[in-house]
Structures are given as structure tokens and as C-alpha cells.
């Protein structure tokens, strides 16, 4: 039998488009991921539990925690870099990689980027070590896709002082990390008088602050997501972060997570058409390998052509983005894209492996239930749609 003589993306030859830095950090992550994460996910998962504290220490050591952003102890890499640990990290489990896009694209990107002075030097040190854990609260129950409805509410406690403490009351819900975070940023209507959207920072210990894990996932189950309550949680006012106005706040931090996902999803295709390449060369279906097959061949070629066409797209958006020109819609058309054909991947590999794919002994199917949950979450593949047809055709179909 002929040995293999590539592997998918090595026939498309990306590594030569990657920095020498950049591919001495992806090695590191994937070592990591080889060392800490495959030994335990089956378990983490069946179990539907993630040790997500032990690991983000270890991910802070690792330097993945923010790791794209400069200075308060962040490695500060390329953006490139961060996105080739994404998708080291998803070929992991989606659920690992969603710890550090939350930790780093979401919360500690929003303090970055909008926190005072004193908020990052209190939140992003201990952030960046894994010694501190933060949630992102935009979704609500009745508002996922179109968060300018949020309900949830920030009051002045004496109305009209700008110097007074905030009361906030509301629920998210489907909140990764939740209710394993020491902080939360909250993003909430004001009743200032222009009524805009502003970010704060909510100590989960907080009188009134509470968080519920959703439980009976079938989907991101090494992942914590929960449900936040906040009745009467008194802040601050100075908990607010005061360079977020409106909703272009969050949404741009959406911006860096989405990022990470354009190849983050990949990692997952790319452990399911390794994981159903080795099935196919040691599995016999009739007298001879599976791999010997045309039909198999066939799916083979076409998944290898859209997890390369996928990394093409990727490793083109990071350099795009480390030369501050990403636009938000090319962000949609990664995100849209590799989750979409990462999905369609880890379905078809599934049916390579047969029966043994719907067993946690391969990590396919595994990855197949994750892509849902990545398929919805961070702007769902219709938004991204959406956000394509406004930049087309300068109209906004969204309502
Ligand atoms: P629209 O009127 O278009 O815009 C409102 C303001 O925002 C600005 N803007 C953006 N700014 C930065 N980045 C973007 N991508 C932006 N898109 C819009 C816009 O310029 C405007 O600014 P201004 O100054 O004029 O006020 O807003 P809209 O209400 O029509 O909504 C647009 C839409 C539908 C695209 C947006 O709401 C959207 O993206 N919805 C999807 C929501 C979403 O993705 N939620 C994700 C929650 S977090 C999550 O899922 C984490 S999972 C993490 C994990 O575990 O990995
Ligand atoms: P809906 O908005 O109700 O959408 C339902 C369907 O309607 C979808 O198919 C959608 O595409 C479609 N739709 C929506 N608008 C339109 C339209 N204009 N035209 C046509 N179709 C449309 N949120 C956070 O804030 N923080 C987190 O940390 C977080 N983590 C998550 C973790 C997990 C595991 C999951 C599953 C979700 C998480 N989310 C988080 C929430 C996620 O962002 C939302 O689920 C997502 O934005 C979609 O919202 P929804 O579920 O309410 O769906």
C-alpha cells in the first residue's frame, strides 16, 4: 500500500505563507493541545464539565490569554499568531478555543479597549495570567441576533447626577463562562437621556448578581455557558467603561472574537479529515481499504479543497487585519464561511468513520455538535448573510 504523501493543507502548501514567529507560536499551541487537551476532552465532554480554571491558568502561562493585544502583561502577538492558536486550540475542542476567545477577544479587548486606566490595570494582569475569569453578557432571552433591544436596564441611583452610582437589573442568558467568572462585563440600556448602550464591569460578587449554568447542552459541552441575573446590582459609577458608546461597543468586540473563529473553526475540520483520513487507510470495506475507493477519494478531495480555500481566506484576513485594514464585513465573510464548510467537513467525515463516527472514541462527531453551537453564536450564519448583502447593496435587510 502507498504511504500518503501530503497532508491536506500541506498540499496547499500555507505554511510557507506564515510567518517564522507566527509558526513557532502554532507549534507551541498545538503541543499544548497535544499534551493537555486530547488526553481529557472525550471525558470533559461526556462529562459535560470543563476544569476551566486549572486550565486557564495553563493558558495564561501559555501566553494565549489576549495574547494579540499590547502591553498590561499581554504577549502581543500578530493577529495571525492569535488565529493560528484558535484554531490550534479548536482542533482541541471548540469549547477550549471559545475559553480564550471570551477571555481575550471579548472581555479583555472590551476593558482594552475601552476601560479606564485604573479598570485595566485592575482586570487585565490577572486576566492575561488565568488568574482571573470573565464573561461577556450581550444576548438576552428575547434578544440574540438583534441586541439593540436589550432590556436590560442602567439606572442612575439618584437620577440626573452624573457622579451617582449605577443600579442595573436584566438577564442574559447563554453566557460562556458565567458562572465561573470573577467579572463580567454587562452591557446595558442607560437611562441617560440619549437611552445609549454602555458597558460595565460587574464583579460576580456583587450584591444581586447571579449565575445559573445551563445544563443538558448537546453541543459545547466542555464549555460553561449560563444564564446572568441582575436584580438591583449596585455599582459604581465608576464601573462603567467610559470609552464605549452605543452599540458599535460591543459589536466591535465581536469583531475580534468573530476573527478568531475564521480559523478556529478550522481547527475542528482539520482534526475531522485527519482523524477520517487514518480511519480510511486502516479500515477494509469489502477486500480493501476504504481509502481505495473513488467515492471516498471524492469526498476526501473536496473537503481537503475547502478547508485550504478556508485557510487561503484566514491567514489573507489576518494579514489584512495586522495591517489594521480588516473591515467588519470581511470578518463576516471568514466567519461565514469556514464555520459553514467547517460543519459541512465534520458531517462528511462522519460518514467516513460509519458507525464509530457517532462515538466520543473520535473526536468527529464531537466537533460536528460544537460547529452548531459555533454556527450561532458570535452573529449566526444569516447576520453574517446579512452584514455581506448591506455591504453589497447598501441596504440593511436586518428588519
Ligand atoms: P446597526 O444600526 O447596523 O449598528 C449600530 C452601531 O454599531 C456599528 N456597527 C459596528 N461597529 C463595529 N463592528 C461591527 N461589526 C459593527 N456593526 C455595526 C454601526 O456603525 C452603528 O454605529 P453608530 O455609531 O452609528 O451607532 O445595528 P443593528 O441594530 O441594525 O444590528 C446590526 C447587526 C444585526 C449586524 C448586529 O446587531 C449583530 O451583529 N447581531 C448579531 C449579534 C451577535 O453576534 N451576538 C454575539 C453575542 S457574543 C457571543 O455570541 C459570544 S460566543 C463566544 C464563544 O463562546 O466563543
Ligand atoms: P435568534 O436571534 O432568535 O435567531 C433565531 C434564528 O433566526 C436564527 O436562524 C437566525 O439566524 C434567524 N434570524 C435572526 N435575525 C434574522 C433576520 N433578520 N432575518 C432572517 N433570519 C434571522 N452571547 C453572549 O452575549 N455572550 C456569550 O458568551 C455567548 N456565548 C454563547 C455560547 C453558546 C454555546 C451559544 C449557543 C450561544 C452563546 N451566546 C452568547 C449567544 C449567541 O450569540 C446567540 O445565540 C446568537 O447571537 C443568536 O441569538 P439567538 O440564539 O437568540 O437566536
Avoid at 507549534?27 to 459535560?48: C, K, L, M, N, S
Avoid at 492558536?85 to 476593558?111: H, K, P
Avoid at 460591543?250 to 469583531?255: D, E, R
Avoid at 480588516?326 to 460543519?343: T, Y
Amino acid at each position: 500500500m502507498a504511504a500518503p504523501t501530503t497532508s491536506p493543507l500541506g498540499l496547499f502548501g500555507t505554511d510557507d505563507l506564515i510567518s517564522e514567529d507566527d509558526r513557532a507560536i502554532r507549534d507551541t499551541v498545538r503541543a499544548f493541545v497535544a499534551d493537555q487537551v486530547r488526553p481529557h476532552i472525550a471525558e470533559w465532554y461526556d462529562a459535560g464539565a470543563l476544569p476551566a480554571r486549572e486550565l486557564a491558568r495553563e493558558l495564561g502561562k501559555l501566553g494565549t490569554l489576549g495574547m494579540h493585544l499590547e502591553g498590561y502583561d499581554c504577549a502581543g502577538t500578530s493577529a495571525t499568531a492569535y488565529g493560528l492558536a484558535c484554531l490550534e486550540l479548536e482542533a482541541g475542542d471548540s469549547g477550549v478555543r471559545s475559553l480564550v476567545s471570551v477571555q481575550g477577544s471579548l472581555v479583555m479587548y472590551a476593558i482594552w479597549r475601552f476601560g479606564s486606566e485604573e479598570q485595566k490595570q485592575q482586570w487585565l494582569p490577572r486576566m492575561a495570567a488565568g488568574e482571573a475569569i470573565g464573561c461577556f453578557g450581550l444576548t438576552e432571552p428575547d434578544f440574540g441576533s438583534n441586541p439593540a433591544g436589550m432590556r436590560t436596564r442602567a439606572r442612575r441611583a439618584s437620577p440626573g447626577n452624573e457622579q451617582s452610582d449605577w443600579v442595573l437589573d436584566g438577564t442574559k442568558l447563554w453566557i460562556t463562562n458565567g458562572s465561573i467568572s470573577d467579572v463580567a462585563v454587562v452591557w446595558a440600556r442607560t437611562d441617560d437621556d440619549d437611552q445609549r448602550i454602555a458597558g460595565f464591569l460587574v464583579p460576580t460578587d456583587t450584591p444581586g448578581f447571579a449565575a445559573h449554568e445551563v445544563k443538558r447542552k448537546m453541543s459545547l459541552r466542555a464549555s460553561v455557558t449560563s444564564e446572568l441575573v441582575l436584580d438591583g446590582v449596585r455599582l459604581p459609577a465608576d464601573a462603567v467603561l467610559p470609552g464605549a458608546s452605543g452599540l458599535s461597543g460591543p459589536l466591535s468586540c465581536l469583531n475580534e472574537a468573530r476573527f478568531g473563529i475564521v480559523f478556529g473553526s478550522l481547527g475542528a475540520a482539520r482534526d475531522c479529515l485527519d482523524t477520517a483520513l487514518d480511519y480510511v487507510a486502516e479500515r477494509d470495506i469489502f477486500d480493501k481499504p476504504l481509502a481505495g475507493y473513488q467515492l471516498t477519494q471524492a469526498k476526501l478531495a473536496d473537503m481537503t479543497l475547502e478547508l485550504g480555500k478556508g485557510m487561503l481566506l484566514a491567514l489573507h484576513l489576518g494579514r489584512l487585519k495586522d495591517r489594521g485594514e480588516l473591515d467588519p464585513a470581511q470578518v463576516s465573510l471568514g466567519k461565514l464561511n469556514n464555520v459553514r464548510e467547517a460543519l459541512a467537513i465534520a458531517r462528511e467525515c462522519r460518514t467516513l468513520l460509519g458507525a464509530a463516527g457517532i462515538t466520543l472514541e473520535y473526536p468527529v462527531m464531537r466537533h460536528a455538535n460544537n460547529l452548531e453551537s459555533v454556527l450561532t453564536y458570535e452573529g449566526t450564519s444569516e447576520v453574517h448573510q446579512l452584514v455581506i448583502g448591506q455591504a453589497l447593496t447598501g441596504h440593511a435587510a436586518f428588519r
